[in-house]
């Protein structure tokens, strides 16, 4: 198998009339997805990952040309390419990878800035309400028609960490473990946060009502929404080792903004933001059989070293086999991207744990 992951394709799976939890239906129901290595004999070395707020299922390697997912640019790495590939962590060697764009999002699965096909014009704010339970009922089908017949492991950080643990209670007998990062079993704000989003987006001189996508679109508003979620992140910690001058680090934040701005849907933030408060599986924890490898950074801005402890001491409570991992690091929200080497270890052997 080659070395590097360097012809990956970015694909679409499509259900039809899928019902949604909150109501209505998607008539045609698509997940934007990938896949790295291949699928075992015994279809049971799957790992699914799942993404952040407003990434996307590009998680590894590089892409072919003309291969490259929506509003993914086409040479960029995956972002987690230092865990995914031939003998890292998850080993593309050893596992059959598949990871999936959530439900909402801006990159290729059924969201705002996809068509309506009862309008033929982008849903924009018509798209209906979804959960993530939602998304992780999509990823199933997918898994489905995939031939997967069971997951070695759920891996994902933030958003995506809610997606395993969801996994973990929708479909507890279908997977051996999950690796949730960055994250906690409940969103900490609530519906509150969503009025001021969609204000805020409302701000920008294209807004139009929402109508924006005839009209050039609400970059300058998407652009100090994502700088202002850099930093929040940790982005200036990220930047310290390479770019040691302050003003340059910023410019550098800038930029990253602009550039995410420019293939983003404004949309898709305040539908993802609606599914994310409402997510909490703590009245769930009896129904998780996964085992569970759960990593906090301390000093995530989102969710802190404070809150992980009473978390974990629940989950045990409750009967799950959990490790619990304070990451020593001063990324923040941004860590288990940017200290994958730190933990790769202990994801590895966890995952071969999940084997015996």
């Known amino acids: 198998m ?11 799976f499509t259900t039809r009339d899928f019902n949604l939890d909150l109501g209505g239906t998607l008539p045609d129901c698509r997940v934007a997805y990938e896949t790295y290595g291949a699928l ?17 299922a590009h998680v590894a390697g590089r892409y072919a040309p003309g291969k490259a997912a929506k509003g993914v640019p086409k040479d960029q790495p995956g972002w987690w390419d230092a865990l995914i590939g031939p003998g890292k962590a998850i080993d593309t060697n050893r596992y059959f990878v598949v990871s999936a764009n959530a439900l909402g999002s801006a990159h290729g699965s059924s969201g705002p800035n996809t068509i309506d096909p009862v309008t033929g014009k982008p849903y924009g704010p018509t798209f209906p309400d979804v959960t993530l339970r939602d998304s992780v009922r999509a990823q199933k089908l997918l898994l489905d028609s995939l031939g997967v017949k069971r997951l070695h492991a759920v891996v994902g950080p933030s958003m995506g960490g809610f997606q395993a ?23 900490r704000s609530g519906l509150e946060a969503i009025e001021a989003l ?22 300058t508003v998407l652009e100090a929404i994502r700088y202002d979620t850099l930093v929040q992140y940790g982005q200036r910690e990220l930047l ?14 800038r930029a990253t903004a ?36 759960y ?21 045990r409570k409750a009967g799950v086999d959990i490790t619990y991992v304070e990451l020593v690091t001063d990324k923040g929200h ?23």
Do not use: C
């Open 2 to 12: 080659d070395a590097t992951l360097d012809h990956v394709e970015g694909r679409t």
């Open 258 to 293: 602009r550039a995410w701005a420019a293939n983003y849907d404004g949309h898709s933030l305040v539908a993802l933001r609606k599914a994310i408060s409402r997510f909490d599986i703590t009245d769930e924890y009896a129904k998780i059989k996964a085992k569970v490898l």
């Open 165 to 187: 643990f969801q996994w973990a209670v929708t479909f507890p007998d279908f997977m051996r473990g999950i690796v949730p990062t960055v994250t906690a079993p409940r969103m």
């Open 198 to 219: 969609t204000k805020r987006l409302a701000t920008d001189p294209n807004w139009n009502g929402g109508w924006y996508y005839e009209n050039g679109g609400i970059r």
């Open 295 to 315: 990593v906090i950074a301390p000093n995530d801005k989102l969710f802190p070293g404070t809150i992980g402890p009473g978390y974990a001491a629940d989950l």
């Open 334 to 356: 941004l860590a288990s991207h940017a200290d994958a080497e730190q933990w790769a270890p202990m994801l590895r052997a966890f995952l071969e744990r999940l084997a015996g």
């Open 240 to 253: 310290a080792a390479t770019i040691p001058d302050a003003a340059a680090r910023e410019a550098a934040i």
């Open 40 to 56: 075992n004999a015994a279809a049971d070395n799957a790992i699914m990952v799942t993404h952040g707020y407003t990434s996307s």
